[in-house]
């Protein structure tokens, strides 16, 4: 009889989106999902220009909203995305820092 060791699989975190600047975390309190989920989502996005979460700006997430629109709609139905993305939307246009 052959007996097989178990192997222990290295795996990569899904989650890894490090802490951003207070921009960051308040649009990620704003689509009013799991946060570990917003940061992964708002970190995705904010990669696809070549910013990060510690650099986010009010433009640049501004200019990514359709984006971030798509990405959340594919997470969550319409009825609690508009919600949130409303509020994001809020918060960017009362952002002074």
Do not use: C
Not at 51 to 56: L, T, V
Request: glycine share 6%; net charge positive.
């Amino acid at each position: 009889m052959i007996k097989y060791r178990r192997m222990a699989r290295p795996t990569a975190p899904i989650f890894d989106v490090a802490n951003g600047n207070r921009l960051f975390e308040r649009a990620v309190a704003a689509i009013a999902v799991h946060a570990t989920l917003g940061r992964r989502l708002l970190g995705g996005v904010l990669a696809t220009v070549g910013s990060s979460p510690q650099a986010a700006t009010a433009a640049e997430l501004g200019m990514l909203l359709p984006e971030i629109e798509r990405r959340l709609l594919l997470l969550v139905p319409h009825e609690k995305a508009a919600p949130a993305l409303a509020h994001l939307r809020r918060t960017l246009l009362a952002w002074e820092d």
